[in-house]
């Protein structure tokens, strides 16, 4: 959906964050709007990679054009269009664009010398500006977040020139180059392949090295084909080599397809060569920024931000406002001031806001009535914006002032316009061509200028006059763009399976993170060579992750996995996590090897290990969880052996053995009444009473819940070293006995099982399909037990149970709805269990329209489902769903609504991505295919309530649509007689295709590549502690009477859950949301959030909120994460960024997100704190609630 609004997702929307004030004003009359800085429109081919490649190569063979390759650097997007006015990809003023600036000018420095670097730097900022040019760099960094390695050194390389005046036309790459040499800025390498020999070689060059390639081997190989072929290929050499600033590990080449084949060009690129070359020599890459002695005539105090150390400024607290002392020093007075442009709330008075659809709108209206006091480049602009709006695409236009620090009246409206979702690029781009418009580009780093009646146009160029009457579209626009990223895996596999594959393997386990990085490999079509190798080294990797980490090392997160992946790269190397297979794992479940002290267990304990094959050894009972348990059962190779000692321990094994009594399995070493005197003799324990509780604590262990209890003689812990200690266990006639049993327990069904699963809605039938279903059912279960299971009748978390259940099962029938938002429960059951998943569907579905929405039932389905629901008795349904539910047709309409925009083709590949899927068992839910039509009376009532829930599923003003339903549904019961199929007949279907299913299951599950994303994530947050939040709280109340008296009306309200939204409470689980999956797809939540999960982040609560109904903190997000590693933090997707912290009865927490406009109109009131309030969180997935928790348990047919 497009959204106007002033305050941006990605950008500060603080005082302190933006380093001023925010303004207020009367609405300027905009009169010209021009670009201030943009980047590259989003591209992507619509063509596969081969038909490119193909298409590339036949081009060349014709000499129609020439083949460019150049080195895809990993960093961030900084623009830069003169003087201070650097833009990161959707914002400014922040750590990406103040970290560019300081590095380009120690670039400066660096290239000039510490005398001449800042005249050079002003002679290159002027140009830009008279020109109205935009420098786009590639910011490689270890400052602002972790990519495949951390770089050798800071640097920047200039990707990209665009010419403002000329409505965005970029730079060719010579003419890019040539600029580049006129200032001595950093371009990349770039080769040039004119023939068709050189571009054939490019590709076998790549496809040689696509699966091993490091920069020094791409280069090498590449430098190769320009020396074989003189004459038609060239290179242009960087002044900053990859391998030497950025390293060895090099994510990919861009090659892009010119269409121009013009001798000049190539030999223009020869001269080119020949003057980097040039360049090269006189600044090669060991230079460095030489400082001048004190005493010289240097400006030591402008100097500085050339000789500031960018890695040691990040290891101070508060780094951004580090970065900003730097530059204030530098720029003094005249520092960039950038201000959001809010309404005023401390007045009586508010002023209007811009609303720059409103502008476009006015801008267009006055152009179309004739209008001629609007350039050619306004008119585009607004146009742009109109074609946003009118095409429904997301959009955020962030509004700004720009100012300095001084404070002078002159000052500029700036317009950051953010686009959300990469799909709206080539919606925007098809329009265009539909409408046949030569419309503006939508840029990324898109950012305007708004200048209004009377402000003069501070930024005029001569080139301004080209955007009067040239073009808006380059002429490469114009032709088919032909352009491949190609990726090598040893960059790959760093980020988009050791990095991205994290959650998956804390989360699911080692299993599934074996899984996860199969179906990334096959994805890629790797080599089986290739597959083998990384397959081992990914279950070292796992092994790694799994066991205790090095503790010089930070803890294991997205943010700092290079260091540890540096750090096991060079165990491994060294022989070190070598994998047994899990066929040799001689034991299953948990290992508790418990004694008085858990120091001297330790060599036992790696003994037993080395005799079990069993590789994972906890030294900490306490960091042992449920899912820990649960995992060393059901999957081979993740047994774990633990050691416990009788003191500390106790409290922790009762935890884990209420649910996993089965699993657990424990071994006394000393803790017999007879070894147990003896120990304690040793300890020499003097207190009476302590020695009173330690027995009294090892008669508990003796008594603990648990699936068997071993005793190993006290010598088993006294040996003096590993091997020993293997050779007592190997000739003890005792401790033999004991190993042979722990060898023998927890073994299970190793083979697949299956879990069945009906994405489907109330009334459909599947009670009555599971019912009385056993082994008995299916001739072939093949010694596979089988359960049911209703949703309606188990006890706790409904997945979790089952994955218990299915510790002694192999075939569970789900009798419960499944709808889309729970189909990552099924996903994850069938990963710890090791499960196949079968969807039931009714035969013969097909898309459905309702308003603008697609849903893969028909209407004809809903209403038998519904009439179905009607005709039960009343108060019958164990799931309380009958003709005596309130709004029971309402609640049969909110799981159709849940399919909303899926397709029958869209449904089917997510159900292929539950687990590793077999096709969906279809079954006949109709009479026949042909269908009487629907009458129109239930037609219009059933598509009334749809629209009303695509609006608000949540919404509760539903009687007159459940009145109209159940009246029509009344009215058109002959409709209903022989509709749909009898119930014998479809059950006998179902219980043919189960049967042979399992039947054909197979002894193992083969890996295969995803089809999509089978995750669904609710909501991304920034996680709070409650008690800090709490603290947040008293302060205020301390310094206000006003809060303090609201709060004290509030206290009782604390012991209300706060998931009971008909009482009045507090909201412990304190959060701010940064996405819900409303604004955003599951692939961009993942790309965006995914890698930040764990991450810390050093917010700050400025102001609190509150009205009658909700109370919250505002809160200030700053730009990068916590820590050493430095992840670049997006912006909540809500305006208002703030942690709800108490609701009103029958409030929802989301209407915290008026309180600011409330406080507009007085009916909520705004304390501001007299200081920002340290607040640090952690990034965190919210999973979609069941569907039975969001309808009070009516999920059941």
């Known amino acids: 959906m497009y959204h106007d609004s002033k305050c941006d997702d990605s950008l500060p929307a603080t005082d302190a964050a933006m380093g001023s004030r925010k303004r207020s004003r009367r609405t300027p009359n905009i009169t010209k709007i021009q670009l201030e800085a943009v980047f590259h429109p989003k591209f992507e081919n619509e063509k596969s990679d081969t038909q490119i490649r193909q298409q590339m190569l036949a081009n060349v063979a014709a000499k129609q054009g020439y083949l460019e390759v150049s080195l895809k650097h990993s960093g961030s997007l900084v623009l830069w269009s003169g003087g201070q006015r650097f833009y990161s990809k959707n914002s400014t003023n922040n750590a990406f664009t103040m970290v560019g600036e300081i590095i380009l000018m120690q670039h400066f420095a660096r290239c000039y010398g510490i005398d001449k670097w800042r005249s050079e730097y002003d002679r290159c900022s002027e140009y830009l500006h008279q020109n109205r040019l935009t420098c786009s760099f590639e910011l490689v960094t270890s400052l602002l977040g972790q990519h495949g390695d951390v770089p050798i050194r800071d640097y920047l390389i200039l990707i990209a020139v665009a010419d403002r005046g000329d409505s965005g036309r970029f730079y060719s790459t010579n003419e890019l180059v040539a600029f580049a040499h006129q200032y001595r800025l950093p371009h990349n390498d770039v080769w040039i392949f004119a023939s068709q020999q050189a571009s054939e070689q490019v590709f076998k060059a790549y496809d040689s090295l696509r699966e091993t390639g490091t920069t020094t081997t791409v280069i090498n190989s590449l430098n190769q084909i320009v020396a074989e072929n003189d004459g038609k290929s060239s290179r242009v050499a960087s002044l900053y080599p990859h391998d030497i600033f950025q390293g060895n590990i090099l994510e990919g080449i861009v090659i892009r397809y010119v269409s121009n084949n013009d001798e000049h060009t190539i030999k223009e690129m020869e001269q080119l060569r020949i003057t980097s070359d040039d360049l090269l020599a006189?600044?090669?890459?060991?230079?460095?920024?030489?400082?001048?002695?004190?005493?010289?005539?240097?400006?030591?105090?402008?100097?500085?931000?050339?000789?500031?150390?960018?890695?040691?400024?990040?290891?101070?607290?508060?780094?951004?406002?580090?970065?900003?002392?730097?530059?204030?020093?530098?720029?003094?007075?005249?520092q960039r001031q950038i201000s959001p442009i809010v309404g005023a709330t401390d007045g009586d008075k508010i002023d209007d806001e811009i609303n720059m659809t409103h502008v476009a709108n006015e801008i267009m209206r006055s152009y179309r009535a004739g209008s001629t006091k609007f350039d050619q480049g306004t008119i585009r602009l607004a146009q742009l914006i109109e074609a946003l709006d009118s095409l429904n695409i997301h959009a955020t236009f962030k509004l700004l002032t720009e100012s300095s620090l001084a404070g002078s009246d002159s000052e500029r409206y700036l317009c950051i316009l953010h686009v959300h979702h990469d799909a709206s690029f080539q919606k925007y781009n098809n329009y265009l061509t539909r409408e046949g418009i030569q419309g503006m580009k939508l840029f990324?780093?898109?950012?305007?200028?708004?200048?209004?009646?009377?402000?003069?146009?501070?930024?005029f160029s001569p080139n301004d006059a080209k955007s009067n009457s040239s073009p808006c579209m380059e002429q490469s626009n114009q032709e088919e763009k032909l352009m491949l990223k190609m990726k090598f895996i040893p960059y790959m596999v760093r980020t988009f399976i050791c990095r991205n594959g994290l959650s998956t393997l804390q989360g699911s386990g080692g299993v599934a993170f074996e899984k996860y990085a199969m179906g990334q490999l096959t994805r890629w079509e790797v080599s089986d060579a290739s597959l083998t190798k990384w397959l081992s080294f990914f279950k070292s990797w796992s092994l790694y992750c799994t066991s205790p980490l090095p503790e010089h090392l930070p803890p294991l997160t997205s943010n700092t996995y290079l260091q540890h992946y540096k750090e096991f790269e060079k165990m491994y190397t060294n022989g070190h996590f070598s994998i047994p297979s899990a066929e040799e794992c001689l034991c299953r479940g948990l290992v508790v090897i418990v004694g008085l002290s858990r120091d001297v267990l330790e060599s036992l304990a790696v003994a037993v290990s080395r005799e079990l094959n069993c590789q994972k050894i906890v030294r900490n009972m306490a960091e042992i969880s449920e899912r820990d348990v649960l995992l060393s059962v059901h999957q081979k190779g993740n047994s774990i052996i633990c050691l416990a000692s009788i003191e500390d321990d106790l409290g922790n094994m009762r935890k884990l053995s209420k649910s996993y009594s089965d699993a657990i399995n424990v071994v006394h070493v000393g803790n017999c009444d007879e070894d147990l005197e003896e120990s304690l003799a040793h300890m020499d324990i003097s207190d009476n009473k302590r020695l009173k509780k330690l027995k009294g604590m090892a008669k508990a262990w003796r008594k603990a819940k648990c699936n068997n209890m071993l005793q190993l003689p006290n010598a088993a812990s006294m040996q003096p070293d590993v091997d020993a200690t293997v050779g007592f266990l190997r000739s003890d006639d005792t401790a033999k006995a004991v190993m042979q049993t722990i060898a023998t327990l927890n073994q299970t069904d190793d083979r697949p099982g299956l879990i069945v699963y009906f994405p489907s809605i109330p009334g459909s039938g599947k009670s009555a399909l599971c019912s009385n279903i056993d082994e008995a059912t299916f001739t072939s279960c093949d010694d596979r037990s089988v359960i049911v299971r209703e949703g309606d009748t188990v006890k706790g978390k409904f997945y979790n149970e089952i994955e218990k259940d299915m510790l002694t099962n192999r075939i569970a029938v789900l009798d419960k709805n499944v709808p889309p938002i729970s189909f990552s429960s099924v996903h994850s059951l069938c990963s710890v269990s090791n499960c196949i998943s079968a969807a039931v569907l009714p035969s013969g579905m097909q898309d459905t329209v309702v308003g603008n929405d697609v849903y893969p039932f028909s209407l004809e389905f809903l209403a038998a489902c519904m009439n179905r629901v009607l005709r039960r008795k009343q108060n019958s349904h164990i799931g309380k769903l009958d003709s005596a539910t309130p709004n029971c047709c309402m609640i049969v309409v909110k799981f159709y609504c849940f399919y909303r925009n899926i397709s029958v083709s869209v449904l089917r590949e997510r159900l292929l991505n539950v687990g590793t899927s077999n096709e969906p068992i279809e079954i006949p839910f109709f009479l026949t295919n042909e269908l009487p039509a629907l009458p129109e009376e239930v037609k219009l009532a059933l598509e009334r309530a749809i629209n009303m829930l695509a609006q608000d599923i949540n919404c509760t003003d539903v009687n007159d649509a459940e009145s109209s339903m159940r009246l029509a549904i009344q009215n058109n019961q002959t409709y209903f007689d022989d509709l749909t199929a009898p119930l014998e007949h479809t059950k006998q279907v179902f219980n043919s295709k189960l049967s042979h299913m399992i039947s054909s299951l197979p002894d193992v599950i083969e890996s295969r590549s995803p089809v999509g994303l089978s995750q669904t994530i609710k909501i991304a947050s920034l996680d709070f502690d409650y008690d800090k939040c709490c603290s947040v709280l008293d302060s205020v109340k301390n310094s206000f009477e006003q809060v303090k008296q609201y709060f004290y009306e509030r206290e009782d309200h604390k012991s209300n859950d706060e998931n009971d939204t008909t009482q009045n409470r507090f909201i412990r689980s304190v959060h701010c949301t940064f996405a819900h999956n409303s604004q955003v797809t599951q692939t961009e939540m993942m790309a965006l959030f995914n890698h930040l999960l764990g991450c810390n982040v050093d917010a700050k609560a400025t102001a609190l909120l509150y009205s009658d109904n909700v109370a919250a903190i505002e809160v200030e997000i700053p730009d990068v994460t916590s820590g050493s590693a430095r992840h670049p933090v997006p912006r909540p997707r809500n305006e208002f960024q703030h942690v709800t912290v108490w609701c009103g009865q029958d409030v929802e927490a989301k209407e915290s997100n008026e309180l600011p406009e409330q406080v507009k109109s007085k009916i909520a009131q705004k304390v501001l704190f007299k200081e920002p309030i340290p607040l640090c969180g952690s990034f965190s997935f919210w999973h979609e609630q069941e569907p039975d928790a969001l309808i009070n348990d009516t999920s059941k047919q």
């Open 444 to 459: 990324r780093g898109f950012c305007i200028e708004l200048i209004a009646d009377g402000d003069d146009d501070q930024n």
């Open 282 to 334: 006189i600044v090669p890459p060991s230079t460095k920024i030489v400082v001048p002695l004190l005493g010289s005539s240097a400006d030591n105090s402008k100097d500085a931000v050339v000789q500031t150390g960018l890695r040691a400024l990040a290891a101070m607290d508060d780094f951004e406002q580090q970065l900003r002392s730097v530059l204030q020093q530098f720029h003094g007075a005249n």
